[in-house]
Each structure stands twice: as structure tokens, then as C-alpha cells.
T-cell receptor
Framework: GENVEQHPSTLSVQEGDSAVIKCTYS??????FPWYKQELGKRPQLIID?????GEKKDQRIAVTLNKTAKHFSLHITETQPEDSAVYFC???????????FGRGTSLIVHP | ETGVTQSPTHLIKTRGQQVTLRCSSQ?????VSWYQQALGQGPQFIFQ???????GRGNFPPRFSGLQFPNYSSELNVNALELEDSALYLC??????????????FGAGSRLTVL
């Protein structure tokens, strides 16, 4: 089955800096890569996703890049704000009966 | 449009007991997936139900079982509770099809503590 590794486990940045979280996956059949944000005590919420037919996707301050050859994908957050502080999870899966495998999460701390 | 709702939000059980967790899927969704999230970990897939049939199962023992009802709501049952079952149980609904991956919408979870 799919195995997703996520790094780093904790990331501390100053407000205004950029943050990058990286994930690798093992199953070459995976073609859908969502990122979820989970604030303390709240449900995971989708913030951005990318499908394997594109290499990059951007939504305001958030972008995701995908390298299918190397089997890795990354989340980039620019101009970080204190409200970006949360745990971020990457996931990978394939179409059909989509059952994503999640990474262990990255705790992002943005210091004002 | 309503979101995914789960009940109960918190519960405490003792070892050996049984528990039933409930999930109402988002309007328009026909697929429900259950995840276990231990403290400080990512969600671990338990199983998925599509049109009332189990559609996939993760690495969990048979004492974890589930149901999906005609209205697409779902239950997760855990028998013979063990201490390591203490976790947040997340339900996620989606519109399942065979044309591609579909976005999961999560509920707020049920926090289970086993003493």
C-alpha cells in the first residue's frame, strides 16, 4: 500500500517568512495529493490539492508543487501570518475508490 | 447544505466495553470514510463505505466494524475496547465515483478515552 513521509515534524518561522513542508510517497499509481490544515481541537480542512496532470498549483499565499518522477510534493506558504499556525497534513491517493494515506503532520508555528 | 456531523463529541469507556460512534454525511455525499487519529499523529484509515457496502479497509482488527445506512449516514463500532483505542475518530464524507479522486470533508470527530 501507499506510504507517505512528511517533513519536518515541527516548523517554526517568524511572521512574514515563507514555510515549506515536504512529502514523499511510495505508490506510483497515486494521482491526487491534497493538503489539510488542522487547527487545535478542530477538524482537518482541505486547503489546496493537486492532481498528477499538473506540476504546480497556487492559491493566493499557498502553493503546491508535485514531482511525479521523484514522487514528492511540497506545500509552500508565503508571507506567513500567526493564523497560519496549525498542523498541516499531506496525503496521497488514487482515483476510483479514493482512500488517501496521510502523512504524520507538520506543526507550523508562526511567531508574531 | 449541511456539513459532516459526528456524535458523541467526547466519551469515556473502560477496557472491554463496546462503543458506537455516529456520522451524518454532508448533503449530496454518498461515501463515508472513518479515520483514527492518535495524539500527534496523522489520520489512519479504518474503512470506507460506499452505497452501504464496505469499499476498503485499513490495518485494523475485526473488532472495528461499521455500517452505512440508506441515507448515507454511518456508524463505527468498536468491541472489546483496549487502552490503545483512545484517539480522535474522524468521519469524512465524499461523493464517490469511479471517475477520479474526490475531496474528503471531515467532521469534528469523536474523542474516545479508554480507561
Amino acid at each position: 500500500g501507499e506510504n507517505v513521509e512528511q517533513h519536518p515534524s515541527t516548523l517554526s518561522v517568524q511572521e512574514g517568512d515563507s514555510a515549506v513542508i515536504k512529502c514523499t510517497y511510495s505508490d506510483s499509481a497515486s494521482n491526487y495529493f491534497p493538503w489539510y490544515k488542522q487547527e487545535l481541537g478542530k477538524r482537518p480542512q482541505l486547503i489546496i490539492d493537486i492532481r498528477s496532470n499538473v506540476g504546480e498549483k497556487k492559491d493566493q499565499r499557498i502553493a503546491v508543487t508535485l514531482n511525479k518522477t521523484a514522487k514528492h510534493f511540497s506545500l509552500h506558504i508565503t508571507e506567513t501570518q500567526p493564523e497560519d499556525s496549525a498542523v498541516y497534513f499531506c496525503a496521497a491517493g488514487s482515483g476510483g475508490s479514493y482512500i488517501p494515506t496521510f502523512g504524520r503532520g507538520t506543526s507550523l508555528i508562526v511567531h508574531p | 447544505e449541511t456539513g459532516v456531523t459526528q456524535s458523541p463529541t467526547h466519551l469515556i469507556k473502560t477496557r472491554g466495553q463496546q462503543v458506537t460512534l455516529r456520522c451524518s454525511s454532508q448533503s449530496g455525499h454518498n461515501t463515508v470514510s472513518w479515520y483514527q487519529q492518535a495524539l500527534g499523529q496523522g489520520p489512519q484509515f479504518i474503512f470506507q463505505y460506499y452505497r452501504e457496502e464496505e469499499n476498503g479497509r485499513g490495518n485494523f482488527p475485526p473488532r472495528f466494524s461499521g455500517l452505512q445506512f440508506p441515507n448515507y449516514s454511518s456508524e463505527l463500532n468498536v468491541n472489546a475496547l483496549e487502552l490503545e483505542d483512545s484517539a480522535l475518530y474522524l468521519c469524512a464524507s465524499s461523493f464517490g465515483s469511479f471517475s477520479g479522486a474526490n475531496v474528503l470533508t471531515f467532521g469534528a470527530g469523536s474523542r474516545l478515552t479508554v480507561l
